[in-house]
């Protein structure tokens, strides 16, 4: 079956703009997880959707970043404001149960210039 | 709080050699430790899991050996081939919290042909 899909695969964008980046995840998976990662380290967690609600955000750096989930399914992650230092690649993972296995996707590199 | 420290940060084996990548972690509570692998451009791919009630996994040329005692856990590629070359990254979780995933730093593999 299809796996984890992330668009846009790249944008670039201007600093204070603001962007918003799409996931879908594997059909059927309930939780739903956002990674930053940056060039030449590991992934870190931002957020995890449990269904539609947000289990746990505590690892979205400041109030710019936000995420949706409103159909328990497809999820948004939107960045207000952005600044250079938001550029990463960021990954979005859905996993079936807890705990248990988590399946990304490619990614949306995102640029701020 | 580095949780999950990896290393080495680069590896170089030949083809038919042995890779093996550790890592250490910290939190006691953590109950399910992932392998992923990622090539440039892409997302990671998990690899083999284990959980600390089993002190080795094999999968094919892939095996996690786990020290639940010395909070220790390795990696290790038999028969390693060029086509392995990648950066893994060895995880961890805490089923209870949600299963964020906390992240090694990642090394760098590189199998010579």
């Known amino acids: ?113 | 709080q580095q949780q999950v420290k990896q290393s080495p940060q680069s590896l170089i084996v030949q083809k038919g050699g042995i890779s093996i990548i550790n890592c250490a972690y910290e939190n006691t509570a953590f109950d399910y430790f992932p392998w992923y692998q990622q090539f440039p451009g892409k997302g990671p791919a998990l690899l083999i899991a284990i959980r600390p009630d089993v002190s080795e996994k094999k999968e094919g040329r892939f095996t996690i050996s786990f020290n639940k005692s010395a909070k220790q856990f390795s990696l290790h590629i038999m028969d390693s081939q060029p086509g392995d070359s990648a950066t893994y990254f060895c995880a961890a979780t805490q089923g209870t919290s949600g299963s964020r995933l906390t992240f090694g730093e990642g090394t760098q593999l590189t199998v010579n042909p």
């Open chain 1, 1 to 113: 079956g299809a796996g984890v899909s992330q668009t846009p695969s790249n944008k670039v964008t201007e600093k204070g703009k603001y962007v918003e980046l799409r996931c879908d995840p594997i059909s059927g998976h309930t939780a739903l997880y956002w990674y930053r990662q940056s060039l030449g380290q590991g992934p870190e967690f931002l957020i995890y959707f449990q269904g539609t609600g947000a289990a746990d955000d505590s690892g979205l750096p400041n109030d710019r970043f936000f995420a949706v989930r409103p159909e328990g399914s497809v999820s948004t992650l939107k960045i207000q404001r952005t600044e250079r230092g938001d550029s990463a690649v960021y990954l979005c993972a859905s996993s079936l149960t807890l705990p248990t296995a988590q399946y990304f996707g490619p990614g949306t590199r995102l640029t701020v210039l």
